[in-house]
């Protein structure tokens, strides 16, 4: 038997519960995990309260991401004993996740666990912050260098947009970070490295076709009108780094950014990665990011706080990274 967050549904409503499951109900996979931490982000916050429609397929197990140890391995690339790492990949959504004390997954979907990192300081890195070198790593590759001006986060309180501004000034760049609770947030991100707080409030005017240029790169993690304004004011030969559809799927915007600024635009999935740069990009966090990220930027809670958590993190009471400790 082992303990988990389990998430039924009685009547179309989504009922949570810290239970004890047998081993045998575990779905199939070729590695098995002793979990030593999860992470809770908005996504897992709405699993978990039945607020969005996340999870189709019940009894599930919540929790996007895990690190952990192999217990158990049909894939030579795993021993037993080994650290690994798994982010994406649909855990927590179709395949139960990270919020239990077992995990039965597929090896391909896990990632050693890099030299300089343990198994709770992953998680607070988590699939945000994979994401976040994902995007800041496109801007690199793109050519963009520190000299060439500032670089905007927009939803920079989030997970990815937190860690995208701890990365980019750890290399360098000076960053404009946006939120819509300055007042709250300004100080913690100024603290990660932003170099200047703007209020989301100043990009929420629809976008004129082309705009005064402003920034050098970008890093979105709110698509739509927003991601259209962020366009509109990119210097000559900018790169976003798009990721986030929190502002929605439609994208109000014209080609002018692209073909009279030569603006680029990169879409970035923690999911749609070869196994070679996700393994790359994990190895990069191990060495970018400041001891002091971790103790600013995420708070550990206990799996039997994990309910209560995500309610708050759905009514907005809880910003930044939440480690999951089963």
């Given at each position: 038997m082992f303990k988990a967050l389990l998430l039924n549904q009685e009547d179309k409503k989504t009922i949570a519960t810290i239970s004890q499951i047998d081993e045998s109900q575990l779905p199939e996979g070729n590695v098995k995990i002793d979990v030593k931490y999860s992470s809770l982000n908005y996504k897992d916050g709405l699993a978990i309260t039945g607020k969005g429609k996340i999870i189709h397929n019940f009894p599930?197990?919540?929790?996007?991401?895990?690190?952990?140890?192999?217990?158990?391995?049909?894939?030579?690339?795993?021993?037993?004993?080994?650290?690994?790492?798994l982010t994406g990949w649909g855990v927590g959504e179709n395949h139960w996740g990270g919020m239990a004390e077992k995990a039965s997954l597929n090896g391909d979907w896990l990632v050693p666990l890099p030299a300089g990192l343990d198994a709770e300081?992953?998680?607070?890195?988590?699939?945000?912050?994979?994401?976040?070198?994902?995007c800041v790593q496109a801007?690199?590759?793109?050519?963009?260098?520190?000299?060439?001006?500032?670089?905007?986060?927009?939803?920079?309180?989030?997970?990815?947009?937190?860690?995208?501004?701890?990365?980019l000034n750890q290399l360098g760049y000076k960053v404009a970070a946006v939120t819509g609770r300055a007042s709250e947030n300004g100080e913690l991100l100024t603290s990660?490295?932003?170099?200047?707080?703007?209020?989301?409030?100043?990009?929420?005017?629809?976008?004129?076709?082309?705009?005064?240029?402003?920034?050098?790169?970008?890093?979105?993690?709110?698509?739509?009108k927003l991601l259209a304004k962020v366009l509109?004011?990119?210097?000559?030969?900018?790169?976003?780094?798009?990721?986030?559809?929190?502002?929605?799927?439609?994208?109000?915007?014209?080609?002018?950014?692209?073909?009279?600024?030569?603006?680029?635009?990169?879409?970035?999935?923690s999911v749609m990665c070869p196994r070679e740069k996700r393994v790359k990009a994990?190895?990069?966090?191990?060495?970018?990011?400041?001891?002091?990220?971790?103790?600013?930027?995420?708070?550990?809670?206990?799996?039997?706080?994990?309910?209560?958590?995500?309610?708050?993190?759905?009514?907005?009471a809880i910003t930044g990274r939440v480690t999951i400790k089963i």
């Amino acid at each position: 038997m082992f303990k988990a967050l389990l998430l039924n549904q009685e009547d179309k409503k989504t009922i949570a519960t810290i239970s004890q499951i047998d081993e045998s109900q575990l779905p199939e996979g070729n590695v098995k995990i002793d979990v030593k931490y999860s992470s809770l982000n908005y996504k897992d916050g709405l699993a978990i309260t039945g607020k969005g429609k996340i999870i189709h397929n019940f009894p599930m197990v919540p929790g996007i991401d895990l690190s952990g140890v192999v217990s158990q391995s049909d894939d030579p690339r795993y021993k037993e004993g080994d650290g690994v790492v798994l982010t994406g990949w649909g855990v927590g959504e179709n395949h139960w996740g990270g919020m239990a004390e077992k995990a039965s997954l597929n090896g391909d979907w896990l990632v050693p666990l890099p030299a300089g990192l343990d198994a709770e300081k992953v998680m607070a890195i988590g699939t945000a912050g994979f994401t976040a070198m994902l995007c800041v790593q496109a801007i690199v590759d793109a050519g963009v260098k520190p000299e060439d001006g500032e670089v905007l986060v927009t939803g920079a309180s989030g997970g990815v947009g937190s860690v995208s501004v701890t990365l980019l000034n750890q290399l360098g760049y000076k960053v404009a970070a946006v939120t819509g609770r300055a007042s709250e947030n300004g100080e913690l991100l100024t603290s990660l490295g932003a170099s200047r707080i703007v209020e989301r409030s100043e990009l929420e005017e629809p976008a004129k076709p082309l705009e005064r240029q402003v920034w050098a790169a970008a890093v979105d993690t709110v698509g739509s009108k927003l991601l259209a304004k962020v366009l509109a004011q990119m210097n000559y030969n900018g790169v976003v780094a798009a990721c986030g559809l929190a502002g929605g799927f439609d994208l109000p915007t014209t080609v002018m950014p692209f073909i009279l600024r030569n603006v680029r635009l990169q879409g970035v999935d923690s999911v749609m990665c070869p196994r070679e740069k996700r393994v790359k990009a994990w190895e990069q966090l191990a060495t970018l990011l400041p001891e002091s990220y971790y103790a600013q930027a995420s708070k550990t809670m206990a799996l039997e706080d994990a309910i209560q958590a995500a309610e708050d993190i759905t009514n907005g009471a809880i910003t930044g990274r939440v480690t999951i400790k089963i």
